[in-house]
C-alpha cells in the first residue's frame, strides 16, 4: 500500500506525460506490459506468473486510442477527488460516475474495469490504493483464527473465526491489507480453499476445521483479488500450507491456476496475490477412476479448455499432463459434492482425511 | 419410258408453305414456349415501335397492355406508339407477309433486322388461336386512321386482308397492334415485367406504359428527352465483312468494267492503295473484267481482303447510349434499392470482320442488393435486352473470365459468375450483332467482342475500385478527424487541467496524427432559366424552360507537416460545359478535365475551389472523380494518382 502522496503524485505523472507530448508536439502515448497469455513468463524470484517484457502503447494517433487516454485520465481525475475527499467506490459505481464524463463515458463496465487495472499496471498501484472496490465481496472463513479488524468507526475489534462467528463464518472484507487486518492467534494445521458454497458448508456442518484443525476458507468459484490476497498472507505470515479442493473440471484447475500461479489479467500483481505453495487435493481425474465417482460428459468447451491447459505453461508439471490426458482419456467430469455418493460424512471421515495424508499433512 | 427414281421422289418434292416451316422452326424464332412466346410477340411490337420513333425524330410513348379475359390460355396483346404510322397500303405487307422489312438490306444500327419478327407474332396468333390480328395506324393529324384486320395466307405468304376501314382515332400518328395468342401469363409476366424494364434502361428516351391483366399500370419514364444520335446507314459494306455468295451477287450486278473500280467504288475504305495491295495477293489482274471472274478467283479476292490491312469501316452507323444517360437510366430504375454508386463506361467504336461494334458497360453497386447472391447481369444488343441463354453470350463469358475478387466481389477461384452486391450492364452496338441463333437471345464467342466487353468491364471495375477505396479511406479518416476535432482538444484540455497549466496548442500534433492531404467535395445543383444555360444538348421539350448547374465545390486541407504544392485533376463529363470557375485552372481540356496547379498549401491550411457545369441534369453528376500529380498519392484522401490523359 502506497501513501496517499504518493498514489496521487503517480497519477499526475499520467497527465504529466501527456501533456508534455503535446508540448513538445509529438502524439500523446502512454506505455504499458501487454496483458496477454502471450506475455506471461515464470519469476523465479516470486514463482509466480508475471508479465513479460511485451510492451503496448496506446497512442493518440487511432480513435480507440485517444479514447482511451482520455478516459485513463479522467479515472485518474476520479481518484485523486476520491482519494481527496476520503471516499472509496464500486467499480459499478465508477462506471456510472462516468455518464457524465461527455466524451470519456465508457460504453460498458467492462471497458472501465480494464482501465482501471491499466491505471494499476501503469502506476505500478493497486486497486485499493485507489479506492476502487470489486462488486462482490470476499469469500467466507471458518477456522481457530484470530483476527484483528478495523472497523469503520476507527476501533480494533478482535474476531475469533470460530466461536465469534455463526454457521456462515467471517467475511472478508474488500480491502485485507494490514492497517484493516491483521492476523493474531492461528491454531490449526493447514489451510483448505474449497470451491463451491456446498461442499463449505458440509465441512462446516460435519465440523472439519475442528476435526481435523483446518480453516476453511470458501472460494466463491474464481476467487476475488481479496480472498486471494487474505490466502497468501495467511499462508505466509501464519506458516501454513494450502489445499485447494474443487469440482473436476478444466474450469476448476484455473481457479487453483489463480491461487497458486497468478492470472492473467492481474499478473502484474501476481506475487501479492498468488500463493506459489499451495497444492491441489482435488478432485482429480484420478479421483474419478480411484473413487468409482459418478460423472458427466465431458463438453466440447471442456475439452478445447483442457488442450488448452496442456499447452499452458503455468500447467506444465507431471502432475497435470497425466492428470489432464487421463481425463481426455476418459471424457468424464464430477463435482466435489459427487462424494455424497457414499454417504454425507465420507468426504470428511474418508475421502479428505486420505488425500491429506497422501500429501503428508495428515497421518493415516 | 419407265420411270426413274428420280420422278418419283419429284412427286414429293413441292413447295413448304412458311406456316410449316414456322411451325418447325417455331423454337429459334422465340415461339417455343407459351411463356417465351408471349415476352417474343410483345418484344418484336416494342422494337418496331422504336425503331419506328427513332427513324421518325420522334419521343417514344409507347403502350404495352396484356388481357386474359377471353378463353383460357390465350392473351390479348396491345402495343400502341405515337410513331409515324405507316401508309396504308404497306400495312397488310409489314405485319401480313414474312420478311418483308426496311431493314434486312441496310448496314446499320437497328432492332430489327430480318423482318420475320412482327409478321412472325401475327402468324402465331393466327395458328396458335385462330384469331386474327387488328392493325390501325395514322401518319398524319389531317389525315383518317385505318384499320386493317388482318391474316396471312400460309401457302403464298401473302396477306389476306379481312376487313379494311376508316376509323377514328384521337393521336395524330402512330400505330397499334392487337393481337391474339396461347401464352402464359402467369409465368411470363415477371419476364415481361424485367423485359420492358430492361427496354427502358437502354432506351432512355422512351416512356413505356405497362398496363397488366389485372389493370396495374407500370409507368417507366422518360428519363431525357435527346434522341439517340441518328445512325446513319452505311452505303457500302466492308470488305473484310463480306461473304462469298455476296460478293459473287456483287460482281455479278456491277457496272463497272474494271475490278479495281469495282473494289474502289462498291466498298467501303478502299482507296487506290489497299485496291492494289489486294489484288496483287489474290494475283488478279486490276482491269480484269468483275463479271468474268471465276470462283476460284472470288475466293482468292476473299482471302486477300483478310490479309491486307484495311482501314477501319466508319462509325457513325453506330449509336451508343452514352455514359451519363447509362447512369441516369440504371439510377432510375434502381431507385428502390437506393444503391451506393453507378459507374459506367463508353468504349470507342471496333471492327470485327469488317463490321463496325461499339461496347458499353455500366455497374450499380451496393445499397440493398443482395451480397451473398450471384451479381444480375443486365444483357443488350442494339438497344434491345437479352433475356434468355444468358450462359451461351459472350457478354457472360468475358465477365466470367475477369478475376473480381480485387473488387471486392467473391468468386471461387477468380473465374465465373461472381457473388456480390452489384447489377453488371452490358450493351453491344453493331451494324451486325452475331448472335448464336435465330431467336437473338445471345451474341457469339467473338474474339475482338470479347475483348471490348473486357476492357469496357475492367474501364468500369476501375472506376468501381476507386469509389471502394475512396470510401475505405474516408472512413478511417473521419475518424481521425473526430479524433483531432473532438477527442484531442479534450485531452489537451483534460491535461492542463489536472496539472493547472495552459492548453498547448494543437497544430503541430494534428498534423502528426493526420498526416494526410484531405479533399472533399460538395455538389449542389442550381435551377436556371433555360436561356441562360449553356448547353450542347439539343431538342429541348419546348415545355421545358429550365435547367441546371452544376456545382461543384472542393475543399483541399493540408494535414501533412510540410507545405505541400500539387496539380489537382477533375474529371467532367464528355456531354458537360465547364462554366464559372474559381481559381483560374491550368487547362480546361472539353469533356474531359479540368487541371488546377495549386498554390503550395501551408500545414493546416485550406484551399477552395469552386467550378459549375452545365449541360447535365439534377443528379447526372453527384461525385467528382479527382486526380491528383507532383505530389504521393499516398498521402492524399480524396483522390488518387493522376496517370495521364
Redesign the interface.
Known sequence: MENKREVMKKLDEIAEKIYGDLIKNEIPSLTLPTRAKSNIVFDEHFGVWKYGKGITSRAAKTLDGAYMLLRTMYVAEFIKSMIKTRKSSTLREMYYISEGWNMAKFSSQQDSDSIAEDLEVITGCLREDFRLRPEEDGARIIGNLVIEEVTRSGEKRRIHCQDDVGDAGYSIPYNVEKEKIVFKDADADFVLAIETGGMFDRLVENGFDTSHRAILVHLKGQPARSTRRFIKRLSEEKKLPVFVFTDCDPWSYRIYGSVAYGAIKTAHISEYLATPTAQFLGVAPSDIVNYELPTDELTKEDVKALKSELTDPRFKSRFWKDEIKLQLKIGKKSEQQALAKYGLDYVTDTYLPEKLAQMGVLKK | MTKTIAHELAKKQREISIAEFFERNKHILGFGNPTRALVTAVKEAVDNSLDACEEAKILPDILVEVHTKGEDGECKIIVEDNGPGIIRRQIPLVFGKLLYGSRFHAIRQSRGQQGIGISAVVLYGQLSTGKHTIVISKIDEKRPAHLYELAIDTNKNTPEIVKNEVTKWDKPHGTRIEVTIVGDYKRGRRFLYDYIQSTSIVNPHAQITFVEANGEKHVFERVTDTLPRPTVELKKPHPQGIELGTLIKMAKNTSNRKLSTFLKKEFTSMGERTTDAVCRIANLDKDANPKELTRDEFIRLLKAFKKVKIMAPPTDCLSPIGETLIKRSLKHETQEISPEFIVATTRPPSVYSGHPFQVEAGIVYGGKLDANSPVKILRFANRVPLLYQQGGCVSTSALSDIDWRRYKLEQRGGKGIPNGPAIFFIHVASTSVPFTSESKEAIADVPEIENEIKLALRECARKMQHHLNKKEKRIKTR??F??IT???P???K???S??E?PV?P?D??IT??MDVVWIEDIITYEKVERKKVQTTLEGFDEGKNYGYITKSQLLVANYKQKPQKFNLYALIPSDAVVGFIDPKPAKIEEGKYIKWCLPAIEPTGKLEITFELAGLDKGDFDENDLYVEGINPEYVIGADKWEGD
Open positions: 475518424e481521425k473526430e479524433l473532438k477527442i484531442l479534450e485531452i489537451a483534460k491535461s492542463a489536472m496539472l497549466k498547448p494543437l503541430a500534433v502528426r496524427i
